[in-house]
């Protein structure tokens, strides 16, 4: 059976080394490995340090695995925030992120502008009860993506506030300066082409120590998977429950190659292959980009209007062997979303455009 | 390299036909599949069906999945307990759970007896405040394995309270009337073979009402994994968050292999199996059944005194193609650790007991 592209939002195309790395975890007997042993101690070291060196994390920083970005959400409400949080929401995973924070009995304030825009952070005025300031880099709902200097000035502008960034659907491509931010979390399955079910935190010691405060006023902050528990565990380079070992490994892997390629070539290498698409959407009548601001538009999930004809152009371009996205929700009908992740060469770009071009 | 067997208790061995079921993942690129297609409807769809096939579980009952048994603890003492859960403690992993329900802020009571023993029920009073029994089916840290009838004497002397039992490193062996239990959950690292980072939960609809009761009274539940949010998923065979999808087509190919090789099998060869160990352990004057009542002693998970000379048969074992386990926390010197699992062949556990003979 001839393999097909995905450009899906995610999960989404696997990146190009995993069948490799899969192999020679098979012969290591990676699924077999104690969650307990030096091995597996070697195995978190490994992800601690090329992930930092990735990204040019701070060494002090805590990097924590959890189940989905979805848990980390719950996870760092419960930790952080003791009454209110405040949520940037122009789309499905923002305002996702605010009803987490609801549901766990928090006060979620937000400020909510309409799907495809981003923010006028000029007239935002952050209530001093917020403890928290949340952001979605990208969300993937509407195909936005906010500014890296934007959340950058909004963490200066509230330096006494945590500050949680989403970047599920677009890291390793933003370049945060992390030495302001609290909390950047991503999931595996959209740009380091993995299979799904493994959440990573990056932590500062500054929200570390919020829930350490948190829990000696005597607040439930959780149970096994409180940052204190979990911090505790990780300085033993282990993780309180039986972990996702597999995922792991192949996680450890997959930052090694991109340590290899080069943080600056990936991101041009994603800046290359957006300008591809949107000059594409740009110049066929056909499609018109979602977005309207320019500078909004995201740079690793590009949504398009299609007016209705969303089911055509998924099927034809599965046909031709690309499985592009549906719309978000109530839009399925009258958009495509076609992911743009490190495991998409410019030449898999190429080929997509040559059969959306073809319809 | 030739490979290791592994006799842990999980991360443990993998089920002999899994490289065959990873292969045909990635050529039907299971891990690039949408988790909101009809191709993972029909996974959810399989998993209910020859789960509750294999184990005789009601039609009713909800199947749910999580990252580990770890978060189950947690989740069914969110969404099930207002102030009070009932443990029976007699080994680490039920403590544990135990834990779990302080941390969170329950009244956390129980029976606590000697590690290395079973439960003198007749003489166990549960208060009336405790809305939930929990017992720890097979604990692992110690190898007593709870006698089934009595779980269900115990569900039936108190039908007013929610019973959970904890099956981690002993299902698919226990043949439970799931009838009158109300949380049923084990990982699958262990009896079933599979790589680690994935908790399954049977839950009875009388559980479920129980958290939609706590809701309507405005406790806080949690929030994606609180029941009402997931079985609202799961109703459409689909999960709250990007779930471990590959983990979750190997354990539906699992399962079939499982119902094919038949219940009654497995549980007659875990029998086989258990009595080889038993025998040889009992009658080499070098080793000594860690449990002293012959009816509390695991048929999975086998643990053996060997007075501080732990190291000495791991490394020999290991040296031969054997891993075995080291004791549990402080007896790590002085026991080891045998599972005892599906995956393991008569004649893998004849070679094992072979090599630790020849020491």
Known sequence: ???QLFFTAGPSQIYPSLETHIKSAMEAQVMSMSHRGKEFEKLYGDIDFWLKK???IPEDYHVLFFSSATEIWERLIQNC??????HFVNGAFGERFRWTSAMLGRNALSVVVPDGTSFDYGSVDVPDEAEMLCFTHNESSTGVMLRVADIHAMA???PDKLVAVDAVSSMPYPDFDYEILDAVYFSVQKGFGLPAGLGVLILSPR???TSLLLKNKGISIGSYHSFPVMVDAAAKRQTVETPNVFALYLFARVLEDFNAFGIDAIRQHTDTKAR???EFFESDPEFNPAVHGIRDRSATLVVVNVGGRAKQFVELAAHAGYEIGYGYADRKQDQIRIANFP???VADMEGLIGALTAM
Chains 1, 2 share one sequence.
Not at 81 to 86: G, H, K, L, N, W
């Open 54 to 56: 990735l990204l040019g």
């Open 276 to 278: 591809l698409l949107y």
């Open 207 to 209: 929200a570390f120590e």
């Open 1 to 3: 059976m001839p393999k």
């Open 81 to 86: 925030v003791e009454r209110s949080s405040f």
């Open 156 to 158: 200066k502008r509230y």
């Open 343 to 345: 495991a998409h060469s």
